[in-house]
């Protein structure tokens, strides 16, 4: 498999902040990719620097084997929805779109159309007198419509209702089969967007936390829940496992890192307690804040 | 679709801004002279500078053009230097065009309307409008690329540079332009200057090679702010 993008070191500063910092990854062919991470983890600088909209500090970046910066082999194959895109305030959804077709090599007209219709995008009004929504249904359209070798959508559905969104993951998801590509969507809706993410790449603070397969990922952690007690004897023995825990009373589940094996399974099973897999959102939420709390202890 | 011919008629999507609304503060700006002249009736004429409009209308329209369309540009996957021709293109071909109705506008008051029947001389203009008609043509397009570059600088400056640097720039060009009359004044050169302008300065015409320069200087150093420029 071919690799579209690949980063070895890179490091964006301003000033002497380090919005992104000694970052390597390699992204795949053909394969949907999921960008997550907090406000600020630099997110938008990665994929800002992918598309040679910014330049690194270090580092090496490769897009497509070469390297993104004026380079039309490589521009043309790009497209990247920007929650923060700016679009000239004269023009209308139709001109934008317009222009979009001019410049995308393999934009589909049909497929454009039809979106503009499903999102209920009104053609003839200027851009800015749209809604935050309606904004960005239109970022969408140039999105999937441009059906470019390598599509970014970063934070593509601010203002969306949950409608749009939906027709957003299906019309993606049916077009990618269809029309295979690179996608990288970046979100904070982790749980809504992970049914299509194969891959995840989890950044804090600049840095990479995370790269790896969503399977396996997802198969990373699993919750029991029972009478506290039970719970209790469940855990103990497994203290570094526990990442969580919630009491309700006299009820309570634990949170743990590790396979749900067989031997697991049989002592839950004993002791009357239900076992279920994590959400790739907790487990993500979980490996940000115990990054930030080792980065607080490292710091006193 | 190449993309410098993709950028060319994305400015050409918005027609109103390029072919209607200059036209419309200049008619305006017109009818007033027109009116006045009417009523008035001096037997020398009415000489105007209503048609200076255009020309401003223009130079904000360079500042305008970059502040809104590069960042789009760039957002749509296109190299910077593919929207530095095909803007380029765009306001060269927007200013033929208006260069071909402003020299219509003037051999039409000078010759056939003479001063549109009241003494109006509003689009041909002594000094600004002398010669034969291809010559000012090329003065009126050169003038109205430099004024379009010049904001076109501007913009590409704050593009680059952010808001200091455009402050920065501001503050030297000012500083430029009140250090340099001082100079003059104090080492009492003002009477060379006035000798050199009147040698060699007759018409509008004569000051075209130095604005082709100035276009060029511009032209030059917007394409390397932008090569730099980040959104």
Known sequence: MSQVVYAKGLTKSYGGFDAVKDVSFALEENRIYGLLGRNGAGKTTIMNMITAQTFPTRGELKVFGEEPFENGRVLSRVCIVKESQKYPDYFSVRDVLETAAMLFPNWDRAFAASLVEEFRLPVKRKMKKLSRGMLSSVGIVVGLASRAPLTIFDEPYLGLDAVARKIFYDRLMEDYTEHPRTVVLSTHLIDEASPLLEHLLVIDGGRILLDEDADELRGRAYSVAGTASKVEAFASGREDQVIARETFGSLASATLLGVMDEGTRRQAGSLNLELASVSVQQLIVHLTQENTQRKAANDR | ?231
Request: aromatic share 16%; with cysteine; net charge neutral.
């Open chain 2, 1 to 231: 679709m190449n993309r410098t011919l993709g950028i060319f008629r994305m400015h050409w999507r918005d027609k109103f801004s390029v072919l209607v609304l200059p036209w419309v503060i200049c008619g305006f700006s017109f009818v007033v002279n027109l009116i006045v002249g009417a009523g008035v009736r001096p037997e020398e004429g009415i000489y105007t500078g209503g048609l200076s409009s255009i020309y401003v209308y223009v130079f904000v329209a360079g500042i305008v053009i970059l502040a809104q369309t590069f960042p789009f540009a760039l957002g749509m996957g296109v190299r910077r230097t593919d929207y530095f021709w095909g803007t380029l293109a765009a306001t060269a071909s927007s200013s033929a065009i208006t260069t071909v109705v402003l020299i219509l506008l003037s051999e039409a008051e000078a010759g056939w309307l003479n001063g549109w029947g009241v003494g109006l001389h509003f689009f041909h203009l002594p000094f600004v409008h002398e010669g034969p008609a291809w010559l000012q043509a090329a003065t009126h397009f050169t003038l109205l690329m430099t004024l379009i570059l010049i904001g076109f600088f501007i913009s590409a400056v704050y593009r680059r540079f952010g808001k200091f640097g455009l402050y920065a720039f501001g503050l030297v060009a000012l500083l430029v332009f009140i250090v340099g009359p001082l100079l003059l004044t104090y080492f009492e050169r003002w009477d060379d200057i006035g000798r050199w302008v009147e040698a060699n300065f007759h018409t509008l015409n004569d000051l075209t090679p130095w604005l082709l320069l100035v276009a060029v200087l511009l032209g030059l150093g917007s394409y390397g702010m932008l090569r730099k420029a980040t959104i």
